[in-house]
Each structure stands twice: as C-alpha cells, then as structure tokens.
C-alpha cells in the first residue's frame, strides 16, 4: 500500500524559516517524480514544487521559486522542502504527492502557520 | 500558460447525477488533464486523466460512478447516483513546461 507521511509543519515567524519531511513507503520510491503542493485556508490547491527520480531536475511555482527548496534521500525514501523567507501567504497545509505521470497519490499533509 | 476554469460551486440530489466543468483556456483545448477530489478534512486523491478525445483512465479504486468526457476545451465530470460522501472539493489540473496548473476547484454539496 502506497503512504506518504509529511511532517514538521508548525507555526513559524514571518521571515522564518521550516524544513517539512515526507515518509514514502509502498512503492520503489527512486522510481518516481515527487512533488509538494498546498493548500491555503479558503483557498484552492497551488503546486508548489516537484522533483525528478535521481534529483537532478527541480521545478518550482513562481510563488516561492528562490525561497523555497525541493529535495529527496532516495536511500531514506523521503522528500524534503526547505523553506525560507517565510510569509503569512505561505501559510497553508502542505502536500507530498507521487507523480506517475499525474498526482496518483498524496499525503494527509501537514501544516504550516507562519504569524507572529 | 494555461488558465483552468471552474465554477466555484455547485449542488445535486443524493441519487442524481452531476456534471462538473473545466475549462481550459484558448490555445490549450487539446491538453490532457486530471480530476481529484478532496473531501473535507481530508488529503486529496487523484480520481482520472482525461483526454481531449473523451478517454479517460480512472486511479485505483475508484468507483464506477466516476467518469470524464470532452468537448472541445471543455472538460468534464460525471458522478451518478450521487452519495453523501461525494460532497467534497473537486480540482482540474493540468501541466505545461515545467508547471503544473489547478483550476479554482468547485465545491459539490449533496443535498
């Protein structure tokens, strides 16, 4: 059974920074893009950024391009995004989804509460 | 880039059908998209790719009652013999260069 578990969503500060994690398991994780998209509250889903099987190519949205980063530990089967220079617009709830050719599976997410 | 069209809102009988609309901006009619689904509460989850053709591959187990069409840069949604579990949130997303795009999402009650 395909899983995906985020965590370390929490509230932060605004201009501070959050690191969030995604457990795979069920699947051969290396053989797959993965990808984080949120949700705000009251608002609809925003992709955020995705990642290629071995890491070499990343993508991200406009709306966090140069703030936020992708990455993955294929050895560890996870997926990280670190986040930096946070907002009060980036408050939202955070999803890991595999990619086979479309989002075929996503976490519970996890949420992340930028206010001071 | 390709903008997604969806009606923000939408309602139907438990028991009755529904159709769900996306619509895909001028120059991009022939793109492929997907359907997903959120619950409240709960994680989204991918329901079916649709063609601009009317084909469709639906996730895994996802009931019979879901099914996708197309007309032209319009891009549907049916759920028959609607349940109360199907009021949820529904999204239309598609991808171009490197971007992934969401329409706005339709929320469906079941009354």
């Known amino acids: 059974e395909v899983q995906l578990v985020e965590s370390g969503g929490g509230l932060v500060q605004p201009g501070g920074s959050l690191r969030l994690s995604c457990a795979a398991s069920g699947f051969t994780f290396s053989g797959y893009w993965m990808s984080w998209v949120r949700r705000a509250p009251g608002k609809g889903l925003e992709w955020v950024a995705n990642?290629?099987?071995?890491?070499?190519?990343?993508y991200y949205g406009e709306s966090v391009k140069g703030r936020f980063t992708i990455s993955r530990d294929n050895a560890k089967n996870s997926l990280y995004l670190q986040m930096n220079s946070l907002s009060a617009e980036d408050t939202a709830v955070y999803y890991c989804?595999?990619?086979?050719?479309?989002?075929?599976?996503w976490g519970q997410g996890t949420l992340v509460t930028v206010s001071s | 880039q390709p903008v997604l069209t969806q009606s923000s809102s939408a309602s139907a009988s438990l028991g009755s059908s529904v159709k769900l609309t996306c619509t895909l901006s001028s120059g991009h009619s022939n793109y492929i998209i997907a359907w997903h689904q959120q619950q409240p509460g709960k994680a989204p989850r991918y329901l079916m790719k649709?063609?601009?053709?009317?084909?469709?591959n639906k996730g895994s187990g996802v009931p019979d009652r879901f099914s996708g069409s197309s007309s032209g840069a319009d891009r549907y949604l049916t759920i028959s013999n609607l349940q109360f579990e199907d009021e949820a949130d529904y999204y239309c997303?598609?991808?171009?260069?490197?971007?992934?795009?969401f329409g706005g999402g339709t929320k469906l009650t079941v009354l």
């Open positions: 989804a595999r990619e086979n050719e479309w989002r075929d599976y």
């Open positions: 649709l063609e601009g053709s009317g084909s469709y």
């Open positions: 990642i290629k099987q071995d890491g070499s190519e990343k």
């Open positions: 997303e598609t991808w171009d260069s490197n971007s992934w795009f």
